[in-house]
């Protein structure tokens, strides 16, 4: 009994003083049949380091990206956004027509926290971002104040921004009012809904042919991928479901995708592009390029003709979707004043996605584009650091002890050297010298300045993509799971302006290919090594790729079973 109750009393003094009891030694003696056990009570670490606090504005793909790779429980993470889940945006075009359900492609943020992180949620949205005194100003929902709050104040030591962009309309008069925009799966499903309406509207006995034709004209603004992929989307929903369930209408379906560009799909490989254009006018979608929307009313759409000498045309319709492009958030702008970028399309950082004039502020995805350093801007300190015996002069040797740094820290180099098809460094500087004798090469300042003259030329600014937000993410949890490590023991390149070598490695995006359905089970399909595949093949290839990034595998169990669905019963036509 005596020692039943030595043990209750040893397990409640462990359980209320975890940390200050440390069991060293516990035995039994058979002498006298007791019980023996020894502790040593112990004083709490001194040492305990203070969380440091994390606020992430958005759970879109760079944001959700950077939460599931973040392991180091030595943050405190607050994520603040309106939406309280993550939606798999590629497949939003599918959400409009009733090919996969819109709560298939969506997950609670919740689910995607690490358990060893301590991460806070708040459903709200920021307004305004005072770097200067580190704090973040955001509103609650409109339906669910915060403790009856309608306003909220954060603090942070680190600020990550991944709030996306706004669709940009480019001021064009009556879009805001009368266009659908493919941003969100609130719009999708709006879409959906909308296209439903048409055709039950349509089929109304006392409407006339004309009006019939009007309200089944369903136009496309933009031939980048997502308005690409709708119109491909859109016609096999018509073709395949609807025609059967409104044969009296069949004939007076019509597709518009408008572009102003001399081609859809710019941004493919012109092999894609052709095929695209044909396929589309082979199925009855009626593409015009070179035709720059500039007014929507209620029921007609405006448009200049720029291959016809800017000619003004009106197209009547049914109902338009706009998707040309990102615009800025409001919020966004006003930081962008405050730290003086107020000129820029969007916040401009750092290779290691830090916003330039903000230290402890990191920026992702839409909203942000990296401002590459130029090499011919650090050209002199490049010089002084590979001229170790300050000589004047560099020899091959000296420049390829830093090529590396050189090509880490400056990407375009190598790409220049790739695009040239030039081995290494020395081919570079044999040409720029004239001397076919690669050892005996001398560069002076000048001389170098020639050889890297044109090397800035390779710079591309990242595409606006899921893929590159993806990646820049799982790079900033990278770092931050790193970060006292590296503080100690940096990785990164060389500091040609300072001393010792940068923290981390800088972000480098690896493109993983793109694709582009066509509708009628054909995809293009464009991967790295310049290499193109269009269609079945590539479709299936689609469906497998877009399963396995789903962000769970509930979602990804939802949505395989929605295009399985789909196979064997068809889509979904109900208004709801």
């Known amino acids: 009994m005596s020692s039943i109750t030595f043990f209750q009393h040893l397990s409640r003094a462990f359980r209320d003083n975890q940390s200050h009891l440390k069991l060293v030694l516990l035995c039994t003696a058979v002498s006298g049949g007791g019980l023996w056990a020894y502790g040593e009570s112990v004083a709490p670490e001194e040492a305990v380091s203070e969380k440091k606090k994390v606020v992430v504005l958005g759970t879109g793909w760079a944001a959700t990206s950077f939460m599931k790779n973040l392991k180091n429980p030595k943050y405190e993470v ?93 001021n064009t008069p009556g879009v805001t009012e009368n266009c659908h925009f493919l941003k969100e799966v609130e719009d999708a499903k709006k879409i959906r809904r909308t296209v439903i309406d048409c055709f039950e509207r349509a089929n109304l006995p006392d409407v ?116 040309t492009g990102i615009g800025t958030r409001p919020f966004i702008k006003d930081f962008m004043a405050q730290i003086g970028q107020a000129s820029r399309r969007a916040l401009a950082t750092d290779e290691w996605l830090r916003v330039e004039g903000c ?70 500087l044999k040409e720029a010298k004239g001397d076919d004798k690669k050892e005996s090469i001398e560069l002076n300042i000048e001389e170098l300045k020639t050889a890297l003259s044109k090397v800035d030329s390779q710079m591309k600014f990242l595409p606006a993509t899921a893929q590159v937000a993806s990646q820049q993410g799982t790079y900033l949890a990278k770092c ?52 193109v595949s269009i269609g079945h093949s590539s479709q299936w290839l689609w469906y497998s790729v877009y399963a396995s990034k789903q962000v769970s595998w509930r979602t990804r169990a939802l949505v395989v079973s929605d295009w399985t669905r789909r196979f064997i019963f068809g889509r979904d036509s109900s208004s709801i």
């Not at 490590?485 to 923290?503: A, D, V, Y």
């Open 78 to 170: 607050q994520v603040v956004s309106p939406r309280n889940y993550f939606a798999f945006t590629p497949l939003l075009p599918s959400v409009t027509c009733g090919t996969v359900e819109a709560r298939s492609i969506v997950e609670p943020v919740r689910n995607i926290f690490k358990k060893k992180v301590d991460v806070q949620f708040s459903e709200a949205e920021c307004f305004k971002i005072d770097a200067e005194n580190r704090k973040v100003y955001c509103r609650s929902s409109v339906n669910n104040n915060l403790n009856g709050k309608e306003e909220f104040v954060v603090d942070y030591d680190y600020l990550i921004v991944a709030v996306g962009a706004n669709v940009n309309t480019f």
């Open 480 to 531: 931050f799971n790193r970060m006292e490590e590296c503080e100690k023991n940096p990785e990164g390149p060389l500091r040609f302006r300072g001393e010792g070598h940068h923290r981390f490695k800088p972000f480098r995006y690896k493109h993983l290919g793109q694709f582009a359905p066509l509708g009628g089970e054909q995809t293009a399909a464009q991967l790295p090594g310049d290499w």
């Open 208 to 323: 006339s042919e004309d009006e019939k034709k009007r309200i089944l004209h369903f136009a496309i603004v933009g031939g980048g991928p997502t308005g690409v992929e709708f119109a491909a989307s859109l016609h096999d929903f018509v073709n395949e479901d609807l025609l059967r369930l409104y044969p009296g209408i069949k004939d007076l379906v019509k597709i518009t995708l408008l572009e102003a560009g001399d081609h859809i799909l710019g941004m493919f490989d012109k092999r894609i592009t052709t095929f695209a254009e044909d396929k589309f006018r082979r199925d009855g979608i009626d593409v015009k390029t070179g035709s720059m929307v500039v007014k929507v009313s209620e029921k007609e759409i405006s448009t200049k003709e720029l291959k016809n000498g800017g000619e003004i045309k009106t197209i009547p319709y049914g109902m338009a979707v706009w998707s």
């Open 359 to 428: 230290s402890n502020v990191y920026a992702l995805g839409d909203c942000a584009t990296i401002n590459q350093r130029k090499v011919m801007e650090d050209i002199v300190a490049i010089f002084k650091k590979a001229d170790k015996e300050s000589s004047g002069t560099l020899t091959v040797k000296q420049f390829q002890e830093v090529m590396k740094d050189i090509c880490e820290r400056y990407p375009q180099v190598e790409l220049y050297l790739k695009n040239k098809q030039m081995h290494n460094i020395a081919d570079l």
